[in-house]
């Protein structure tokens, strides 16, 4: 008879555990989530989601991978570690003019264009920050 007092008493403590786990677990969800990676672009904290990085990839290989490579040179340079060696403002001004930027004499995209043979970039007028910003961020995240 004892003993199965004492069991009872051990069944009541783990149903009790059990339930105080479930509650816990119930009222904060977020913990159970792993953590997604800050990437830091150009100086301020954004938070890729999965949609970002996707839209982005595609975007990538769909207008601009016939030149560019992330890690390696090909028409146009690697563009791997872009966002730190340029600030957003002249990133957006860039791809979605080059030519002005030339002809403005901005004296990397001068650089630029002397160093790649004389090659003009084409201008990319229907991106929108947005979609440029998910490019940026695809090529961040292949950095990791
Ligand atoms: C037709 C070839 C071509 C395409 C397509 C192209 N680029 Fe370029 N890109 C170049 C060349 C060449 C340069 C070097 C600058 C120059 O010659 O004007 C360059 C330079 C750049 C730079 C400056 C890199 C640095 O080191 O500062 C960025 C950023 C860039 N391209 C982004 C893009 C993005 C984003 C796309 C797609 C939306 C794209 N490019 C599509 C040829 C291209």
């Known amino acids: ?47 890729a ?14 207008n601009c991978k016939s030149c560019h490579r992330i890690h390696q040179d090909a028409v146009g340079p690697a563009l791997s570690g872009v966002t730190k060696r340029r600030s957003k403002e002249w990133l957006y001004a860039f791809i979605e003019d080059p030519q002005a930027m030339i002809k403005k004499r901005d004296t990397a995209a001068v650089n630029l264009y002397m160093k790649y043979n ?3 970039m084409m201008s990319f007028k229907t991106l929108s920050t947005a979609d440029i910003d998910s490019i940026l961020v695809y090529i961040e995240l292949s950095d990791l």
């Open 1 to 47: 008879m004892k003993f199965f007092h004492k069991l009872q008493i051990l069944f009541l403590s783990i149903v009790v555990l059990l339930s105080v786990i479930i509650t816990m677990l119930l009222i904060y969800p977020d913990q159970l989530q792993p953590k997604e990676p800050e990437i830091f672009y150009c100086g301020n904290a954004l938070r």
């Open 49 to 62: 989601n999965g949609e970002n990085h996707i839209a982005g990839e595609r975007l990538f290989k769909d």
């Open 118 to 120: 004389k090659f003009e």
